[in-house]
């Protein structure tokens, strides 16, 4: 069974690698490309949040059609602003982890037992969450054994370009 949404969140400032972060090429593809196809296996309805005026918000038009704004105020309030617009339970994704593994969703689905829970990677978490309910203070972190690589500078975009071989878009 599907969720009935997903909201990818694509409307930082890319202040350690590029405010175009969500639309730079991952094996050929723009990053949130593959944000969105893996949300597209768990959601019914998947959703890009980004703010009005992003450098990259044209792109993120013609990647995907379903486009949430939210103000700008920072990852957290901009999640809880994209998700007062769509139906719960909901995974919230950030656009920078393009090659974050079914297992890890899986994990995050089948062990949340709160209102929110997050996926919580090498001990930091990644932005990776379910919401079933609004309710702020009951909240679970979910660990996850294996790396997931979250594309915050050039290194990062670097090494998840070697990884190109093992993907097919």
Known sequence: MKLPSAVVMAGGKGTRLSP???????CEKPMIWWVVEIAKEFANN?????VKGHPAERELWSIHSRVIYTSGLGYENDVIEALSSVELPALVLPSDVPFI???????LLNQ??????TLICETSFIGVSLWNQMRLNDYQDIPFPQRIINV???ED?????K???DKSP
Request: charged share 15%.
């Open 157 to 161: 975009l670097q090494e998840i370009n």
């Open 46 to 50: 998947v959703y890009v949040a980004t």
């Open 152 to 154: 915050n500078t050039q």
């Open 163 to 165: 990884l190109c071989h």
């Open 20 to 26: 175009l972060k969500p639309v730079l090429k991952v």
């Open 101 to 107: 593994s079914r297992q890890a969703i899986e994990t």
């Open 112 to 117: 949340c037992k709160a209102s929110i829970c």
